[in-house]
Nanobody
């Protein structure tokens, strides 16, 4: 089992920055890739950023150049640095982690609200 707790969401002005954090606990040893999805009301959930166990990253075109994903040295934290935020970035952001234990099991955090508004 893996538990994920997100933090760092909130209200920010357009052009501002936020850093989201996701802390993983439980079967940390077996965690592989981690990342972030976001979902706004009435829209499909969108993959924002993905990072492998080795640190390889994939960033969605919609946020490329503005968002960065990273992991800590212990691989039990994942961050999403969000710069130059736009109102269209407003969404609930969900952290996920893939646990590798014979088969891949994906775990999700509860989400953290990001609101970009003046």
């Amino acid at each position: 089992q893996v538990q994920l707790v997100e933090s760092g969401g909130g209200l920010v002005q357009p052009g501002g920055s936020l850093r989201l954090s996701c802390a993983a606990s439980g079967s940390i040893f077996s965690i592989g890739s981690m990342g972030w999805y976001r979902q706004a009301p009435g829209k499909l959930r969108e993959l924002v950023a993905h990072i492998t166990r080795a640190g390889g990253t994939t960033i969605a075109d919609s946020v490329k150049g503005r968002f960065t994903i990273s992991r800590d040295n212990g691989k039990n934290l994942v961050y999403l640095q969000m710069n130059s935020l736009k109102p269209e970035d407003t969404a609930v952001y969900y952290c996920y982690a893939d646990r590798l234990s014979g088969v891949v099991q994906t775990y999700w955090g509860q989400g953290t609200q990001v609101t970009v508004s003046s």
